[in-house]
């Protein structure tokens, strides 16, 4: 089972930040909480990881709760080509461990 | 760099009939893994190859699922006989070692649809 909970849907105006909230009340502190997104008809593609410290990359950044309980997604500028599902995951950095999905947020970015 | 390249991209089969899916891997990726999407959820990953050993199996449904991954690149998986709950996007995915999750590159997947 998925231990991270995500709403299942929201909205955001092109141009402006995305914010993805995600809980992870359960994460112990090896665990890592990693962003993946799939676009339609696409595969699932890497977006950015973290364990306790703020990240971030040329896609996004990552915002951790000091009690790493949540985390927030942020997509700076949206743009239309941002349309998608957004998986929020929490896993150990470690060996074999599998990647478990979960429902996701289905992010639309509004002209 | 080529992507994980992924045949057929859609099939529809009848209940009962067979089906098989190709998968070829990015160059020089030793782990393989292969995934069902069904409507409306995440991906569930079904099989993970290093090289050409299975890693993981546990949710394989083994008696009528197999795969195989022959010389460690190429890799095929089976449904013999399909369900009606079979009906799911299959994914393939590789990553140059089997432990960093940011290094998994998925394929477009194959639709399969089951009559």
């Known amino acids: 089972d998925a231990k991270t909970t995500q709403p299942t849907s929201m909205d955001c105006a092109e141009g402006r930040a995305a914010n993805l909230p995600c809980n992870h009340s359960t994460i112990s502190g090896n665990e890592y909480v990693y962003w993946y997104r799939q676009i339609h008809s696409q595969g699932p593609q890497y977006i950015i990881h973290g364990l306790k410290n703020n990240e971030t990359n040329e896609m996004a950044s990552l915002i951790i709760t000091e009690d790493r309980k949540s985390s927030t997604l942020i997509l700076p500028h949206a743009t239309l080509r941002d349309t998608a599902v957004y998986y929020c995951i929490v896993r150990g950095n470690f060996g074999n461990e599998k990647l478990t999905f979960g429902t996701g947020t289905r992010l639309t970015i509004i002209p | 760099e080529a992507g994980v390249a992924q045949s057929p991209r859609y099939k529809i089969i009848e209940k009962r009939q067979s089906v098989a899916f190709w998968c070829n891997p990015i160059s020089g990726h030793a782990t393989l893994y292969w995934y069902q999407q069904i409507l409306g959820q995440g991906p569930k990953l079904l099989i993970q190859?290093?090289?050409?050993?299975?890693?993981?199996d546990s949710q394989l449904p083994k008696d009528r699922f197999s795969a195989e991954r022959l010389k460690g690149v190429d890799s095929t998986l089976k449904i013999q006989p399909a369900k009606l709950e079979d009906s799911a996007v299959y994914l393939c995915a590789s990553s140059p070692t089997g432990g960093r999750v940011e290094t998994q590159y998925f394929g477009p997947g194959t639709r399969l649809l089951v009559l």
């Open positions: 190859f290093q090289n050409n050993g299975v890693v993981d």
